[in-house]
């Protein structure tokens, strides 16, 4: 007989009930993983307060809070602090522990950071509050855990391990990631101090019976707890937790309803019933959870529904179990293909993904990895000619042939190494150590180059992940810059306006209008929205007028730099490089960001020399020079955003 069968037994179903022989424990990931996975990681610290108090009542094992990509939509986006929302939402939990998704080396950024960032990183974020620290390396390469997890013990926080479950063939198997692969790094881990150990299968891949076996087959192995993050995306999730718990798993990550499902976690809810009066009883009150929801759904969700993909009407993605394609992933490659107009060539980058993948050493799908295979390959496509592949190599593979980002799981193809590290600054030959032996200290350099617009390490440590939305950031934190509009927050009474306006249109009542004479201006903060009603499209402007302006957010700190700073300037619009004047012309071969250009007005250029670096969906490509020139025109600075076609520079 199974020891680990769930049981049923005598009980009381009250609220108050007695805890039950062995409860499952709940990790919540609506405030991080939740909104990232379906509101594009836009949550905002005043919309996590309403229902702060309620959640620290549950009884959760911990909250997530923090980590992953909230640091960077949080200042990028958001125009939030990422520190202040730690302590703000501290000040409201006080009993449940907080959780945060730390990509190892990595930080919250998206390379490896110098050891002397990565230790600061990790003191500074226990200091503001952080308990658990979830740490995954993409490569599964735990030499990039070194760092950080001494760091982590030495502030005597809960260091969770994380083993990034990817696969080759549609079930657990293959040649490469097998059972005993798992148990092997399960072993490390623990060999590692791992407080914790989390299954991370950020795709939604493991199938119930697989995760029955690998839950064994791991507390068979080690003594740490065993964890399961299974994202929903594939409609397995609830399935895999179910069999997890047959198999003895300790803990599990779910979501409130409005955050769960689609490419996020399963909910707590059905969870809860379905344990009720067994053994492994949650022990929640589904009571305290509906009003939770209830908050949720009528008070903060309708300011995001816009940012949810309903352009399906599925709510499972079965790409995901044809392709093994990360559900993330998948949004990313279709929106960077609609951006360039080659939605059709989804096919072919297809086909052309498991190829990159394995010829890059068979790497986890995981950010940033997905990211990398997923630039690559979408490049690959568009760029490649029949007698030339992997043509636009980006930055970050470069880097990943060179061995930055540290082991992958096979050797990367022979070929495309050379090819890749041709040039390459930091020598041809790839290294085999520990990839931030070979990165100098990096916080003295960035805290000469930020000067005294980072007031403090937090500040630094934001422009040292981030350099140049980091720094457009400290300047509107210290009013050297004004904040555009689009970062502002939206409020509830703009949302049901906005509903109303839909409704009207549903009806057919939206007619067009010619504006009235007696029509007041279009003030600056006139905010344009796109409203599709049934495949017709409205373009809608809303101004707020007094009574309906933002709200002042209740978190915002005061500026703690003196008030010296210069008026903020007014926002330029960026210009593209003079069309009139006569050369070669670099155009932007995708929207993006500017990070840098590298040469100045009048520079001599060589043919293939690095004209500007481009960073698009995170990635940065290298636009080089298609022959000889001088530089002539440049048009566009660091940071700002550039659509396709848009004229770089003439040489
Ligand atoms: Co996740």
């Known amino acids: 007989m199974n020891e680990n069968a769930v049981k049923t037994v005598p009980i009381n179903y009250s609220a108050d009930r007695p805890p039950a022989e062995n409860p499952v424990k709940i990790m919540d990931l609506s405030l991080r993983d939740g909104h990232q996975s379906l509101f594009a990681t836009r949550g905002r610290t005043e919309d996590m307060i309403p229902v702060a108090e309620m959640m620290d009542e549950v009884g959760f094992w911990a909250m997530e809070t923090w980590g992953g990509a909230t640091f960077d939509t949080m200042h990028r986006f958001l125009n939030e602090d990422p520190w202040e929302r730690l302590r703000v939402l501290k000040r409201y939990i006080k009993k449940t522990p907080f959780s945060m998704l730390l990509r190892a080396q990595n930080l919250v950024g998206y390379r490896n950071y110098a050891d002397d960032v990565a230790v600061a990183f990790v003191e500074r974020t226990a200091e503001n509050g952080m308990d658990i620290f979830r740490t995954f390396d993409a490569l599964n390469d735990y030499r990039n855990f070194e ?7 030495k502030s005597g926080k809960h260091f969770q391990g994380c083993i990034c479950y990817t696969m080759t063939e549609p079930r657990l198997g293959g040649d490469v990631y097998t059972l005993d692969y798992y148990v092997k790094k399960a072993k490390e881990l623990e060999s590692m101090g791992a407080d914790s150990i989390c299954i991370k299968d950020m795709a939604g891949l493991i199938a119930p019976y697989d995760a029955y076996t690998l839950v064994k087959a791991l ?58 009066g067994t053994n492994r009883d949650i022990g929640f009150d589904i009571h305290k959870l509906a009003a939770i929801n209830e908050t949720l759904e009528k008070q903060i969700l309708p300011k995001y529904r816009h940012l949810l993909d309903d352009s399906k009407i599925s709510i499972i993605d079965i790409n995901v179990l044809l392709h093994q394609t990360p559900g993330g992933m ?96 930091r020598g041809e030959k790839p290294i085999a150590c520990r990839p931030a032996e070979v990165l100098e200290s990096e916080l003295e350099k960035a805290k000469k180059e930020i000067g005294d617009l980072a007031a403090d390490m937090d500040d630094l440590l934001i422009y040292a992940q981030f350099p140049v939305t980091g720094k457009k950031f400290l300047e509107w934190k210290y009013g050297r810059a004004e904040p555009p509009e689009s970062v502002k927050p939206i409020t509830l009474d703009f949302v049901k306006k906005q509903e109303a306006l839909i409704k009207k249109a549903r009806a057919g009542e939206l007619v067009e209008k010619k504006t009235a004479e007696n029509a007041p201006q279009k003030s600056e903060k006139t905010r344009a929205f796109n409203v599709f009603v049934d495949g017709e499209y409205f373009s809608v402007d809303v101004d707020p007028t007094g009574e309906t302006a933002p709200v002042v957010s209740p978190i915002a700190a005061p500026p703690r730099l003196p008030a010296a700073a210069p008026a903020p300037a007014a926002v330029p619009v960026p210009k593209a490089a003079d069309n009139a004047v ?70």
């Open 147 to 153: 760092t950080v997890v001494k760091a982590i013990k």
């Open 219 to 276: 507390k068979a192995a080690v003594k740490a707890p065993i964890h399961l993050h299974s994202h929903f995306t594939s409609g397995m999730a609830s399935m895999s937790q179910l069999k997890a718990i047959e198999a003895g798993v300790d803990i599990l990550d779910t979501c409130m309803t409005p955050y769960a499902y689609r490419t996020s976690h399963p909910a707590i809810e059905p969870l809860v019933m379905a344990l009720l």
């Open 330 to 425: 998948l949004s990313n490659l279709v929106n960077q293909l609609r951006e360039m107009d080659a939605l059709d060539r989804l096919d072919d980058v297809f086909r052309e993904l498991p190829r990159v993948r394995k010829e890059l050493g068979q790497i986890p799908l995981v950010t940033p990895t997905s990211q990398i295979v997923g630039v690559q390959t979408v490049n690959n496509v568009l760029h490649d000619t029949p007698d030339e592949r992997y043509k636009m190599i980006t930055a970050q593979v470069k880097d990943l042939c060179y061995g930055l980002y540290g082991k992958t799981a096979i050797p990367i193809d022979p070929e495309l190494q050379k090819k890749a590290l041709k040039g390459y600054p």
């Open 582 to 651: 006569q050369g070669n012309k670099l155009l932007a071969p995708m929207p993006g960001m500017i990070v840098a250009y590298k040469k100045n007005i009048g520079d001599a250029v060589a043919k293939g020399e690095t004209l500007v670096i481009l960073e698009a969906m995170k990635m940065e490509n290298a636009l080089v020079a298609s022959c000889d020139g001088v530089i002539k025109s440049i048009g566009f600075k660091q940071g700002d955003t550039v659509p396709k076609g848009a004229t770089l520079c003439v040489y």
